[in-house]
């Protein structure tokens, strides 16, 4: 979206409004939230009420966006500011809201990112696929790499001139790194590591395995990781800015770098933002 567009949206309540409800509207009709039906009609405070199940309802019920009380034009703003990765802290100065209201937003955000690209993802990742493993965490002392004291371990798989998908572990054993593996790349694939011992069993799994040794050299011909290197430096160095991530809501930060990498080359990521805000609340969570 350009600054033009989206100066015109945050101008009215009513624009930005509108522009809200579309996302929510694709195919151009109003269902039920709770079961679904089409046949609804409007009450006299702007809800509407299903013919079917009798559940009344506004536009944003059941949906990312009505996480939080804020006006429509707020969350354009939050969306945009969020885009160009704006701390929660500085939204909220820059938004005029609280800092607890900001950061429930940005949180909000990430959270609908988190249950579209676990859900989104449909096709298995195949072809010539990059797996390896890092470890994040803040500065300590001791070992660096594998082995290394208090740091969380991410499993990796990059499909080349395709996306990555990023889980973080609890551990680096053959049963987990082959357990994911098995469940997102298509058997018969050409898989490249290292010789993390972790992937011996990659043939035995109906994969073609072929490794690099980094202690001798960091490619030989087609077969690297250099590809998955390249997302471990382009997270860390963005989440190097929040001066250090709980592990608890650490996921959510990897699958936001996981979904600004996939996106990389989007003109804009605002509307992909705005489409996964007014996303129906999965009933699990």
Known sequence: MNMIAYESL????????????????KSGHVFCPGCGERKTYLLKDGRRRCSSCRYTFHDFTGRWINNVKISCAQ?????????LEVSARKISIQTGLSYPTALKAVETIRWSIFVANDTGRRMLLSGEIEMDESYFGGRRKGNRGRGAAGKVPVFGILERNGEVSVEAVRNVTAETLLGLAVKKVRRGSI??????????SLMFC????????????????????????GFWAFAK??????????????????KEMEFRYNNRHEPSLFRLLAENLTFLVPNLL
């Open 10 to 25: 945050v101008r009215s309540e009513n624009a930005a409004r509108k522009y809200l409800v579309k996302l929510c509207r």
């Open 75 to 83: 969350w354009i703003r939050i969306l945009k500011l969020f885009e």
């Open 191 to 200: 898989v490249y590591t290292d010789r993390f011992k972790s992937y011996d």
């Open 206 to 229: 109906g994969y073609r395995h072929l490794r690099v040794d980094h202690s001798k050299r960091f490619s030989r011909g087609k077969v690297y990781i250099n590809g998955l290197e």
């Open 237 to 254: 160095e963005r989440l190097i800015k929040y001066h250090g991530v709980s592990k608890e809501k650490f996921p959510l930060y990897l």
